[in-house]
């Protein structure tokens, strides 16, 4: 069972009808829960595997208020620490990476960060095949092989091991450069790498 | 003529031997002007696009000695926060990109900041070709236009243009990501944005 914590919003929906195109299981959590969502902590109990969907602000909090459901758990951290000024997308990241404090604020999750480069609204429309690289970094060598093999299921590149979890860092912010991207050619843009081994 | 700023190091060599390739005249600066290579302000005022490849420490004092010689000419910024702890790679950036800091201190310099991603190693083996494209971020369209026509020549993707200056912070931080893959992959790693259009 995959759950989705904040997965309300365009990416978690997104997401959401992706995982069970490819055969998992899906529970979606929410701060109210109705018709097909669940609570936040349910989502979490119920599933292996957790993708925190949460805006950045609210990332410290939810993983705190979550500890104990995540606790064990192999948690994959999206969020990114977008700003926008004048229409314009930034990035206004702290000292750490928002996957970092969301394994300093669930100390017993498994973490990993990923998926930053995946555009929300491609994502939305699952008939159209995502033609990119997922990049993840962690410190949990065995939940990124977990989180690495769902994301190359969804995407028709491939899961690119970053390395640990700081890295995160630096992918996090790159969520801002895309949202650039994606502004001036009008489009969904991704990420892929080149020069890796076959 | 293209000029290079710290043309003594391996993507400085690399970068103008390529440029060499594609046909272009390059003049070489360096702190202590020898055999092939002039000053570091003859090979600003000789050129008409000067790229800076100077380690993160030296950007600021960098471009503000030689401010006069980069009045008026496009600046290329190549520079990334990149630190080194325990032989892994990381980035310390500050309140503002590299890039950032070049266009305060040399205020009439037409900064692009680009090649971030641009592997070193790989740039510096003329013979393989480099399939990756070149991302670039600045505020004068027209400058970034002059380096998108050569950074298109350079490699066989193409140049994306990722928004305004203040783009660069992420831009920069991103070296940090590919040398995590590059270690990790033993390769040399480079970037493509997917989705753009044709």
Sequence with gaps: MIGIVGGSGDFGQGLAERLRRIGEEVVIGSRTPR??????????VRSDVVFLSVPPGGVADMAYEL?????????????????????QAGAAPGELALAEITSVAAPEARVVAGFHTVSARALADPDVPLDEDVLLAGDDAEAKAVV????????????????????????????????????RYKTNAGVRITGLPE
């Design 35 to 44: 018709d097909e969502f669940v609570s936040n902590e349910e989502a979490c």
């Design 67 to 87: 500890r104990d459901a995540l606790a064990g758990r192999v948690v994959v951290s999206v969020a990114a620490p977008v700003v926008f000024r004048e229409g």
């Design 148 to 183: 690495a093999d769902i994301a190359e299921r969804l995407v028709e590149g491939r899961a690119v091991d970053c390395g640990r979890l700081e890295v995160s860092r630096w992918l996090e912010t790159l969520t801002a450069v895309l949202l650039n991207v994606n502004r």
